[in-house]
C-alpha cells in the first residue's frame, strides 16, 4: 500500500502519511488546506497533525520513574523528552478504504517497555468530521502512558477557547502541577475544565471544531504562520504530574474529531 492515504475528497478529508509517524499530512475543508504541510527540511515536530504516544510534551530531563524503576528517555527536544517515541517513524498499514484507515506502530526500542499504538482515522463527509482513536496497548505488567496530537493549523485564522484553568509553567515551559485562572495568550500552556470546544477560524471563514475526550489541552499559538491545539490524555510531564497506568487488560484509548463549520 502506498504510504500516502487519501481518505475522502478534494473538497473535504484528509491524507494519512505513513511513514511519517501516521500523522494527518493533509486536511481539506471546502476544498482548501487547513494543515501546515509538509516542506523540505522540515522537522517532524513542526507540521501536520501527528499523534504523540505515549507520552505528550516535554518530559523534564527525559526522567520518569515507574512501579520503582527509574528511566532514561532519549532527550530529543535540548535537555527534555518530547512528544513520544513514534511521531517520526514509520507505521504499517492494515486497512484501507476511501474513508478509513488503521496504521499501528510498536513503541520501539526508545521506550522501556513492551508495547503498541494503533490510530484509526476516518472520514465522514456528510457530517463534515475526521475522527482519530488512539489506543495504546502493553504486554508488560504494566507501563505509563499518554497520548495526544499536534495539529498545525496555518494562518491567518483566529482561536476561540474556553478553560477554566491553566498550569502555571516554569522558564523551561513545563508545568509545576499547580493551577490558576487563565491568563491572555500568547501560549504554549496546558489548560483545563474546557468549557467548549476549541474553534479554529480561517480567513475566509471556515472553521474546524476540535472536540476529544481527552482532558487536557496544550494551545500553542506563538508562531505568525500556525497556531495548535492539541488536545492530551494528560499534561506535559505527566507521568510525575498525573500518571495513567497500562496493563494488559486495561489498554489507554482517546479520540480527537476534527469537525469542518
Partial sequence: MSNELHLGSAAFGCSVDALRGARLSSLRIDSRERLLTYSRGATATSWGAYPMVPFAGRVRDGRFS????????????????????????????????????????????????????????????AERTVTCTLTVSTTSASMPAQVGWHPWFVRPATLEVDFAEMYVRDEQYIPSGRRIAPTPSPWDDCFVGARRSPTVTFADGARVVVESDCDHWVIYDMPKHALCVEPQSGPPDGFTLAPLVVTPASPLRRTMKLIGR
Avoid: K
Avoid at 527509574?70 to 527534555?80: E, K, M, S, Y
Avoid at 478504504?97 to 513492551?114: E, K
Fill in 66 to 125: 515507574h512501579d520503582g524503576a527509574r528511566h532514561q528517555l532519549r532527550r530529543n527536544f535540548g535537555q527534555h523528552a518530547i512528544h513520544g517515541t513514534v511521531f517520526d517513524v514509520s507505521w504499517t498499514t492494515i486497512d484501507h478504504s476511501p474513508d478509513h484507515a488503521v496504521l499501528v506502530a510498536s513503541l520501539g526500542a526508545r521506550w522501556p517497555y513492551q508495547g503498541s499504538v494503533t490510530h484509526e482515522i476516518s472520514v465522514d463527509a
